[in-house]
């Protein structure tokens, strides 16, 4: 593996950087505290072309790989792991299955102004009773004549109050063995609704919500991928969507430890700067090998993601380790900053409640150690 990035990946790395510091992360505790969905911000995304970075230029993306995307979805978190993982549905859950399985008409119709981020497009895999067991889901598909007619309902879909597409998944054969679809289902479908959105413990400004499907008309045109086998769309966009959320994970505990090491440089006590201690030395230094670890084993995959091989258990030990060394590090934030740490004044309290969530969405750790068991028991 080569660590030197290119010269277009620095370029992304430091863009993205330069914008986050400027446009992001100075709204990032407004956004949070109010729980503002950030608009303009994804309006001045799209523009950098963050909103599908890996996309080729034909189908309105940036034309970058995925180790771009990477170090791209890292800043952004760094600044604010809302805006991080509104971008990553975007990228991972939604552009990438589409131009990996969709017709020519969807690349034309949906993926590229998806890509551009003049419409917003949203995952739909999940539901009430079904989460990492996608076998028990409910929502069903059933075909007549000029289409599907779907039934059903999904949760904590994150960007589905604003996406003006999602990519639904749904039952359509129980016979010898479940067999699912994927569909994409438009805003202002009839029998299509939605919750509004979901209050959550982090990433208040990424909006989630349950949406519904009472008896909504689908066409045949609109199916992405074979009838039949929209688990492995459904699969393989998660293999690409765990090096997203891995890289989230690492932007917020990028900038957790960023915020202690200067809080240690300035905080005395016992007349020198804590930094001085022994204590909170060995604290730093643990935070920055797991970081540093992390951001590695990212890096790896999606590096194999580049080279077109499978990478779904290299992606499965990223989100893995990346989320929980996360939690990690952003729970030594809140300890090296101390009282303060616990305050809403200080961002640390931030972070370890963004950190949270990457344990669980796009499959759960539990989830990442089975699928990483079963790739070495193969």
Same mark, same amino acid.
């Given at each position: ?21 400027? %446009? /992001? ?29 890996? /996309? ?27 805006? +991080? ?32 981020? *003049? ?16 076998? @028990?889901?409910?929502? @069903?598909? #059933?075909? #007549? +004549?000029? $289409? ?6 999904? =949760?904590?879909? @994150? ?13 359509? %054969? ?6 699912? #679809? ?12 939605? =919750? ?13 919500? @349950? ?59 016992? $007349? ?19 970081? *540093? ?36 590090? #952003? ?9 303060? $740490? ?16 990457? %344990? ?19």
């Amino acid at each position: 593996m080569e660590f030197e990035l290119s010269e277009e990946q620095r370029l992304m790395r430091d863009t993205t950087r330069d914008f986050a510091a400027r %446009e /992001i992360a100075p709204r990032a505790a407004e956004l949070d505290k109010l729980e503002l969905w950030p608009g303009s911000i994804l309006t001045q995304m799209a523009a950098l072309g963050l909103m599908g970075v890996a /996309i080729p230029t034909e189908h309105g993306g940036a034309g970058m790989d995925a180790l771009s995307y990477a170090l791209a979805i890292e800043e952004v978190s760094a600044a604010c792991a809302s805006c +991080g993982v509104i971008m990553s549905v975007n990228n991972s859950l939604f552009c990438d299955p589409i131009y990996k399985f969709g017709t020519d008409r969807q690349r034309r119709e949906v993926l590229a102004p998806a890509a551009r981020g *003049d419409k917003l497009g949203c995952f739909g895999l999940t539901e009430p009773m079904s989460g990492s067991d996608a076998q @028990t889901m409910i929502t @069903t598909a #059933t075909k #007549t +004549g000029s $289409g599907w007619v779907l039934d059903g309902a999904k =949760n904590w879909i @994150t960007n589905g109050p604003y996406a003006d597409w999602i990519l639904v998944f749904a039952v359509t %054969e129980r016979a010898e063995r479940v067999r699912h #679809t994927a569909f994409l289902v438009e805003r202002g479908t009839p029998g299509f609704t939605q =919750n509004p959105y979901d209050h959550k413990l982090g990433i208040h400004a990424a909006h989630s919500c @349950t949406v519904f499907f009472d008896k909504c008309e689908v066409p045949d045109a609109n199916v992405v991928g074979p009838v039949g086998e929209g688990f492995k769309v459904a699969m393989a966009s998660l293999d690409g969507g765990r090096i997203g959320i891995a890289c989230q994970a690492i932007g917020i505990a990028r900038a957790a430890l960023e915020r202690s090491v200067a809080y240690a440089k300035e905080r005395k006590s016992f $007349g020198v700067p804590i930094a001085e201690h022994q204590a909170i030395q060995f604290m730093l230094a643990d935070m920055a090998t797991q970081v *540093d670890a992390a951001r590695l084993l990212a890096w790896r995959a999606a590096t194999l993601k580049d080279r077109g091989v499978r990478h779904t258990m290299e992606s499965s030990i990223a989100k893995l380790y990346a989320s929980e060394m996360a939690t990690r590090v #952003t729970h030594k934030a809140i300890q090296i900053h101390g009282g303060y $740490g616990y305050s809403t004044e200080f961002p640390v309290e931030r972070h370890y409640r963004d950190a949270r969530i990457t %344990e669980i969405y796009e499959g759960t750790s539990e989830i990442q150690r089975i699928v990483i068991a079963a790739n070495l028991l193969r």
